[in-house]
Every structure is written in C-alpha cells, then in structure tokens.
C-alpha cells in the first residue's frame, strides 16, 4: 500500500500562489491516476483536479480551472498542485489519493473512485 504526504500549504494572500506536493512512498504511482480533493470546516470533501496514469490528460473542478494545474513526476513518485490567483474561497485542507483502478485512462472525479489518501495540507487565503 502506498503511502501519500502532502506538503506546501500555507497562509497566502488572495491573489498569491502555492505550489502543493504529494509524495508517495512505499509503492508506486505509476499506472495509477491521481487526485486532488480539498475539504473546508463543514463541508464535504470536493475534487479539484485529477492527471491519468499517463499524464495525458487532466480535468478540473469548474471553481479551479484556468487557475490551478496538476502534474506528475513518476520518476520521483511525486505529484504537484500548483496553484495561482487564490482565492478565500480556495481555504481548505487539501488531500491528494491514487486511484482504485490500475492503467484506465478514465477520469476520476469521485472520491470512491480513490483508494489512499494523505492526511493533508492546510491552505489558508486571506482576503
């Protein structure tokens, strides 16, 4: 089973930027797709943005996009939120998981669709 630690969160000004890390260990992440979700203080957990197993292909929530981009590096198992022209509303705690599913080139915008999952980052925008 892999293990997922997110870093980079912080306090940042509304207009600034971030750059989130999640590293994994234990296992790969090769074949697998990846996720970003994020949850604020009572309130469910929400997908941000996914990359497939190949890197190909990303998709965003609709509130991230054009702002926010993920990448990965599997040389390093590592994947990357960067994350530009935040927002208050962009305050939560941010999770990155891998998928369920090996090598599907499907999009995964479901939290069921995600199997391990870091504790999180806090990522605070103040206004």
Known sequence: QVQLVESG???VQAG???????????????????????????KERDFV????WHGGTTYY???????FTISRDDAINSVYLQMNTLRP???????????RR???????????????????TQVTVSS
Do not use: H
């Open 16 to 42: 600034g930027s971030l750059r989130l890390s999640c590293a994994a260990s234990g296992r790969t992440i090769s074949g697998y797709a990846m996720g970003w979700f994020r949850q604020a203080p009572g």
């Open 9 to 11: 969160g912080g306090l």
């Open 89 to 99: 509303e962009d305050t939560a705690l941010y999770y990155c998981a891998t998928s």
């Open 102 to 120: 090996i090598y599907s080139g499907s999009i995964y915008t479901e939290a069921d669709d995600y199997y391990n999952w870091g504790r999180g």
């Open 49 to 52: 943005a996914t990359i497939t």
């Open 61 to 67: 929530a609709d509130s991230v996009k054009g702002r």
